[in-house]
Every structure is written in structure tokens, then in C-alpha cells.
């Protein structure tokens, strides 16, 4: 929703914005006071049983088989203990940004994703590879945990 929306938004605009004013644009329309609640609550329990299993479900669905504007990915735990990620194959929002001629902005909403981790306090978010940026062979949204110092 949240990618329609700045969709929506930039296609209105009279003149499209580079990708490093637009990420800038979309983490300070994003980050209000209750999403920074929400990322502190969900940073509490970021590596929780719940929600390990939540994310297991959610890699279990492969959405995007029936949904093209959803996600299929994998989830892989650390093997060391330090947290897991998300290994995203098939992604909605670039399917839609894509669609929209928009995919060269893709990247200033994936930046969230370091935004959102930084708010939560739990975790520290880590990528290699995403799909938005073409070269990539998936998006690995990965979340290590902080350590207590």
C-alpha cells in the first residue's frame, strides 16, 4: 500500500526527484511518532520464538505465486546464532514500480528497511544483494543483533 501511495505521489509530481531526495522524502513522511512506536515494539521482540514463527509462515506462503504485487522469499536463521534473514526472490514492490516506469526509484523505499531496524533498536539491518538495484540475485534483508555493550 504504502508503495501505491508514493507511486501515486510521484507520478503527480510536476517534476520526478532523484532517488537520494526521494529516499530522504520517504524515511521523514514514513517515520512518524507511531510507526517509530511500532518499530520499538517490534524490536522487542525481533528474535522471539513468536516471531521466528511468524516469519517461517510467511516464507511458507509464496504470496507472489498468486499475488505478483507480494513477496515469495525464504527464511534462513544465522547459523551462529546472530539473528536471520529474509531472502526475497520475487518482490511486489518492484514488480509495481516497474510497471509504473518507476523502477529506478525503487531503491529509496528499500532504504527504509536500515531506518526501520535502526528504530526498533533490536537489531542491526544488513544487505547484500536486492533486487532493485538489477543486480542482484535476490534482496537479503538480513537482522543481526545488536550486542549489549
Given at each position: 500500500?504504502?508503495?501505491?501511495?508514493?507511486?501515486?505521489?510521484?507520478?503527480?509530481?510536476?517534476?520526478?526527484?532523484?532517488?537520494?531526495?526521494?529516499?530522504?522524502?520517504?524515511?521523514?513522511?514514513?517515520?512518524?511518532?507511531?510507526?517509530?512506536?511500532?518499530?520499538?515494539?517490534?524490536?522487542?521482540?525481533?528474535?522471539?520464538?513468536?516471531?521466528?514463527?511468524?516469519?517461517?509462515?510467511?516464507?511458507?506462503?509464496?504470496?507472489?505465486?498468486?499475488?505478483?504485487?507480494?513477496?515469495?522469499?525464504?527464511?534462513?536463521?544465522?547459523?551462529?546464532?546472530?539473528?536471520?534473514?529474509?531472502?526475497?526472490?520475487?518482490?511486489?514492490?518492484?514488480?509495481?514500480?516497474?510497471?509504473?516506469?518507476?523502477?529506478?526509484?525503487?531503491?529509496a523505499m528499500c532504504h527504509l528497511d536500515y531506518t526501520m531496524a535502526e528504530a526498533g533498536g533490536a537489531a542491526d539491518f544488513v544487505r547484500e544483494y536486492t533486487l532493485a538495484s538489477?543486480?542482484?540475485?535476490?534482496?537479503?534483508?538480513?537482522?543481526?543483533?545488536?550486542?549489549?555493550?
Open positions: 500500500m504504502g508503495c501505491a501511495m508514493l507511486c501515486a505521489f510521484i507520478l503527480s509530481m510536476p517534476q520526478r526527484p532523484e532517488v537520494e531526495r526521494l529516499t530522504d522524502y520517504y524515511a521523514k513522511a514514513m517515520m512518524t511518532v507511531p510507526m517509530r512506536w511500532f518499530c520499538r515494539m517490534s524490536g522487542k521482540r525481533k528474535f522471539s520464538e513468536e516471531n521466528i514463527a511468524v516469519m517461517k509462515a510467511a516464507a511458507a506462503l509464496k504470496a507472489a505465486d498468486r499475488n505478483s504485487y507480494s513477496w515469495n522469499m525464504d527464511f534462513i536463521e544465522y547459523p551462529d546464532g546472530s539473528g536471520y534473514e529474509g531472502r526475497f526472490y520475487k518482490c511486489g514492490i518492484c514488480t509495481l514500480m516497474r510497471e509504473l516506469g518507476l523502477y529506478d526509484l525503487t531503491p538489477g543486480g542482484g540475485p535476490y534482496c537479503d534483508c538480513g537482522y543481526k543483533k545488536k550486542t549489549q555493550d
